[in-house]
């Protein structure tokens, strides 16, 4: 008699260790269903970071190279100015040389008249300086009223 009580102790033994198993079998299978769960939202949540950075790297992109154009725009503007300037300094260097040669040249027509055409001369000298006045106060005044570069107050600045 004790063999059968042994023996239905360890059979029931044997059954609560089969149904502790699969309890946390059933267990263990909600815990991996609840990761499986995490790890699918965490890669949908990668992926739309992901298209996000993607969407930012573009935008970036596409900014610089709207700044590059620009930086480019300006540097042909400031070399375009610095030729301006450059001729404008020829210009009136040779201005000013023409104006010399043409008195040194009236002063040795005058010495050589000796006093015939001294007064035509003198008058014709008198307009040259007048021509020559007129034409650097023309300059003056055209520097004076061209538009600078920017003429509105907000011009040239992104205003968003």
């Known amino acids: 008699m004790s063999s059968v009580w042994f023996q239905a102790v360890f059979a029931a033994a044997f059954v609560l260790l089969v149904a502790g198993i699969l309890l946390w079998l059933r267990a263990a299978d909600r815990k991996l269903a609840r990761l499986v769960h995490t790890a699918e939202n965490m890669e949908r949540q990668a992926h739309a970071a992901s298209a996000q950075v993607t969407d930012f790297v573009q935008t970036t992109t596409t900014v610089m190279q709207n700044i590059q154009g620009q ?3 300006v ?10 300037g450059q001729s404008a300094e020829t210009v009136s260097c040779t201005v000013s040389r ?47 009223n061209s ?11 992104d205003n968003e």
């Open 75 to 84: 540097s042909k503007l400031m070399e375009a100015t610095k030729r301006i």
């Open 147 to 157: 538009p600078p570069v920017c003429s509105e107050h907000d011009e040239g600045h």
């Open 71 to 73: 930086l480019d725009g």
């Open 98 to 144: 023409l104006s010399d040669a043409m008195a040194q040249t009236a002063d040795r027509h005058i010495a050589k008249a000796g006093g015939k055409y001294k007064h035509q001369i003198a008058d014709a000298l008198d307009w040259a300086e007048v021509g020559y006045a007129a034409w650097q106060f023309w300059q003056t005044k055209r520097k004076e």
